[in-house]
Every structure is written in C-alpha cells, then in structure tokens.
Nanobody, 125 residues
C-alpha cells in the first residue's frame, strides 16, 4: 500500500517555473515506478512523466520533453517534477502516481494502482 501527497502547485506566468513534490508513505517505496499524470478541465487524465524505481530511466510525454524533469529520492520517499518554460496549456491538476509495473503508465490511467489527490497548476498568459 502506498499513500501519496502532492505539494508545490500554484499560479505562475507563462515562461515561469514550478517544482512539484510528492511525499510517499510505505516501506517499499523504492520498488515502485513513480510518475505524474495531469487532468485539465473537461479532459481525460494524461500521462506526463515516469521514473523507474532506480531513477536511471525516465520517460516523458512529447509535449513536455525538454521542459519538465522528473526525479526521485528513495531515501526520503520523495518524487519531484521540475517544470520550466511553462505554457498556458500546462494548466491542470497534477497527480502523483505509483505502480510496481512501469507498463501501467502506457496502458492508461485506469491501469495505475495508486494516486495522490492532486495539486493545481495554473499558467497565465
């Protein structure tokens, strides 16, 4: 069982930066592939980024490549999403996720085991 709590969202102007954090509970945190999804108003949940349990492999949706960076600290049970060069289309609720199988992230939101409550990111133009 994993519980996830996000923080770090807020309002930022286009071109600005935000760093999201996700605190995870559970003694087996280091065995989970972690990730971030986002959901904009009226849209389905969208995969954003994922990181392997070791941190050596990362994956991003094309629209954020080169702007967002996912990282993790297994010693602190933390996952981060550094978001730079933010655009209005990045506006969404960002949700931290965990699954013991990275493949779940490619299968869609329905396949992911654990979700946080989300943190709002709003980018003004």
């Amino acid at each position: 069982q994993v519980q996830l709590v996000e923080s770090g969202g807020g309002l930022v102007q286009a071109g600005g930066s935000l760093r999201l954090s996700c605190a995870a509970s559970g003694r087996t945190f280091s065995m989970y592939a972690m990730g971030w999804f986002r959901q904009a108003p009226g849209k389905e949940r969208e995969f954003v980024a994922a990181i392997s349990w070791s941190g050596r492999s990362t994956y991003y949706v094309d629209s954020v490549k080169g702007r967002f960076t996912i990282s993790r600290d297994n010693g602190k049970n933390m996952v981060y999403l550094q978001m730079n060069s933010l655009k209005p289309e990045d506006t969404a609720v960002y949700l931290c996720v965990a699954d013991d199988d990275m493949a779940a992230y490619w299968s869609g939101a329905h396949a992911v085991d654990y979700w946080g409550q989300g943190t709002q990111v709003t980018v003004s133009s």
